[in-house]
């Protein structure tokens, strides 16, 4: 079982940064990769990026790729998302998520809000 709980979401203005945060506790994670999806208004959920907890490696939608980064501290049991270069379109409700299949997630965390301003 893995509990996924998300923070940092909030409000930012267009070309900013903001970083979320995913504070991650259970057991067996060794296999799973970890990740974001995120829900914009009117939009289906989507992915945004992963990285393995123990594997290593990082992938990212292309929407995303070479703004946004992904980190982990298995130490603290976080997975991290920086956020940079905020464009209006990033807007919406962030999801940390976990699983075997990255593109099918076995567990999800409640979401954080990320609203943006020009």
């Known amino acids: 079982q893995v509990q996924l709980v998300e923070s940092g979401g909030g409000w930012v203005q267009t070309g900013r940064s903001l970083t979320l945060s995913c504070k991650v506790t259970g057991t067996r994670l060794g296999n799973y990769v970890m990740g974001w999806f995120r829900q914009a208004p009117g939009k289906n959920r989507e992915f945004v990026a992963s990285?393995?907890?123990?594997?290593?490696?990082?992938y990212y939608a292309d929407a995303v790729k070479g703004r946004f980064a992904i980190s982990k501290d298995i130490t603290r049991g976080t997975v991290d998302l920086e956020m940079n270069n905020v464009k209006l379109e990033d807007a919406g409700v962030y999801y940390c998520?976990?699983?075997?299949?990255?593109?099918?997630?076995?567990?999800w965390g409640q979401g954080t809000q990320v609203t943006v301003s020009s």
């Open positions: 998520v976990a699983g075997q299949v990255i593109l099918s997630p076995d567990y």
């Open positions: 990285i393995g907890w123990s594997r290593g490696g990082s």
